[in-house]
């Protein structure tokens, strides 16, 4: 697995985007301008319906901004096609779900495999990568249990692991610790802050928990569709 | 893990619903296969020749034809051989036990079927080595236990002999098997000679004349020759290509045929609506993983391909049954049947299980293809 790769450097610049709900047209955000950088662990904060789910969405490229422009290092995401912004997903994004959205038919490695089919490696290549991502996450013994035999903090680990098993530069996380205990959630957060720290990974987390926001290195807090300073975010 | 594995654990994952779906194809293609083998077995028109042709009296088939027409006929510059067939209607012990018989000139039959129902030299000479000597089709050979040697009684519901017996005996002196495995072998090939000296009415006389035209005569040509040069006699005739004269023959069944066809519209009607719906539902309870899939980087065009990919296991494990227990329900049933399960039989599966597998999928992989990560990901 390589370590730290070369991330695109993020950045939306007046990113518009709104919801049609009935006859109405509800605006999330309006002309957001933001940066990532290489390498950040960024957490983003807000009450619920600040913005924060539709952000991540549109920075994994599975939802499009109405206007304005998100760029990922060279690519254009607000102009890509379905495809290409499916290929980049694939090649550059690692995504964590809160509640894990593993295949419960399939056991931990093989869920772990699924983003690496599309890749033209052999059987062998694939399963060593699958076993270095499964030691990543502390879970080398635990390949061939089903999700339904693990644990809400290891399910995560292999969502981490399946996340970072094509050697993404950018993992995005939504909400990773709101389903666990708090032992679980800050086992999740040091894996994290490792894979920021010795991986080179650009991190994304979203996340209601200042405990959580407190590994970011940077925090952003949103409000209504705006970035605004901590204390205003927190006192609302 | 390959994507064969995950189309495999996908339908394992509702074994009973997989189960069913693949046994309704089964099913389904189970009639098409005894259906198919029956109409293109030795009951089928296909199997009548283009090149050669049948005259039978104008008045009807059942009407016989003076045997000096054979003769008249065979005089033709434009015919290279004629045979004649003499019905004979007849049964083995009880009535209900049908044999087909027919009397023929045994010459002029080898010209003209010879080469199609296999008969050798040898076979021919020991069966004109005696008037009462016959043929026997191995169809028909099978079903009445029946060796060469054998002597055997027919009783013909047309003819009697001059004591008023309906029984005729004979000798059996070979057995054919035919060209192909189409050809039909559930009748018995008697002499004319031999039938002719016994009868008591119908002397000289014969139902149908079957004409092979010369190297380089279109049947087509030669049939209003033959038509017209009887067309002033006492018996004028009606003369068609083998082909035509079964279809007609044919054309009395053609109700039940047309009942069978109904019967297998409606079961693979039913099948495909059955792979639809099955599809349709797994796709439904699986919105939620394919939304995963497309977010984590699996194409719209590879998650279709995997829905239909599931629907042709479903298909092709459902045509191994059905073409497999069509073959043993033909290898089992009555010769009498006809029914012949043979390669084109199993293409006809195989390209019906493919076009159900296409038809049943598309709707299902169309819908998968529809599925919006964002949507899915926003209802948990």
């Known amino acids: ?236 | 893990m390959t994507y064969t594995s995950l189309v495999l654990k996908s339908l394992i994952r509702t074994p009973l619903r997989t189960l069913v779906t693949v046994m309704a194809v089964a099913s389904a293609l189970i009639v098409f296969g005894c259906i198919t083998s029956f109409m293109s077995g030795a009951h089928s028109a296909e199997n009548g020749a283009m090149n050669r042709l049948v005259v039978t009296s104008k008045t009807g088939a059942a009407q016989p034809l003076p045997l000096t027409h054979v003769m008249a006929i065979a005089a033709l510059e434009e015919v290279e051989a004629v045979s004649h067939t003499t019905r004979l209607n007849t049964f083995s012990g009880f009535e209900r036990n049908f044999v087909p018989a027919s009397a023929v000139d045994p010459d002029m039959a080898h010209a003209v079927f010879g080469e199609d129902l296999a008969l050798t030299p040898a076979m021919m000479a020991a069966f004109t080595a005696r008037t009462d000597g016959v043929l026997v089709g191995r169809s028909q050979a099978l079903v009445q236990n029946w060796r060469v040697g054998d002597r055997i009684t027919l009783s013909s519901k047309l003819y009697r002999t001059a004591e008023g017996s309906r029984d005729f005996s004979f000798i059996i002196t070979g057995i054919f098997d035919g060209q192909t495995v189409g050809t039909d072998t559930h009748y018995v090939i008697a002499q004319y000679d031999y039938i002719n000296a016994l009868r008591s009415r119908h002397v000289d006389t014969v139902d149908t004349i079957v004409v092979k035209p010369t190297a380089g005569v279109r049947a087509a040509d030669l049939a209003p020759v033959i038509d017209n040069l009887f067309a002033n006699s006492s018996g004028p005739t009606r003369t068609q290509t083998e082909r035509q004269f079964l279809e007609a023959f044919m054309a009395q069944i053609a109700d039940i045929r047309s009942i069978l066809n109904a019967v297998l519209l409606i079961s693979l009607l039913s099948v495909l609506l059955i792979i639809t719906n099955t599809m349709a539902a797994a796709v439904r309870e699986r919105r939620f993983e394919i939304g995963v899939m497309k977010a984590i980087g699996l194409s719209r065009s590879r998650i279709a391909t995997l829905v239909l990919a599931e629907t042709v296991v479903i298909c092709g494990i459902g045509a191994a049954i059905g073409a497999g227990v069509s073959y043993a329900i033909v290898a089992v049933s009555d010769p009498a049947t006809g029914m012949v399960f043979d390669a084109g039989v199993i293409a006809r599966i195989i390209a019906l299980a493919v076009l159900l597998a296409g038809l049943g999928g598309v709707l299902p992989a169309l819908s998968a293809l529809r599925v919006s990560p964002i949507k899915t990901l926003r209802s948990r």
């Open chain 1, 1 to 236: 697995m390589k370590h730290f790769s070369i991330a695109p450097l993020i950045s939306l610049t007046d990113v518009c985007k709104s919801y049609r709900a009935g006859r109405s047209e509800i605006a999330i955000f309006q002309d957001l301008t933001l940066s990532i950088d290489a390498g950040e662990f960024v957490a983003i904060m807000g009450p619920s319906g600040s913005g924060k789910s539709t952000l991540l969405n549109m920075l994994s490229g599975i939802d499009r901004p109405d206007s304005g422009r998100i760029r990922a290092g060279e690519t254009d995401l607000s102009l890509a096609t379905e495809r290409e912004l499916t290929r980049w997903r694939a090649e550059h994004l690692g995504l964590v779900f809160q509640f894990y959205n593993l295949l419960p038919n399939l056991t931990a490695a093989q869920n772990i495999e699924l983003p690496l089919l599309k890749r033209p490696l052999g059987r062998s290549a694939r399963a060593e990568r699958v076993r270095v991502a499964l030691e990543l996450v502390g879970l080398a013994d635990r390949g061939t249990h089903r999700p339904a035999m693990m644990s809400g903090g290891q399910l995560q680990r292999v969502g981490i692991a399946r996340a970072i098993v094509t050697d993404p530069s950018v993992l995005i996380c939504d909400e990773p610790t709101g389903d666990l205990d708090r032992r679980s959630a800050t086992e999740i957060l040091e894996l994290l802050r490792f894979m920021q720290v010795s991986q080179g990974k650009t991190i994304i987390m979203v996340t209601h928990d200042p405990a959580a926001a407190a590994y970011a290195s940077r925090v952003l807090h949103l409000d209504k569709g705006e970035l605004v300073p901590a204390r205003q975010e927190m006192a609302e």
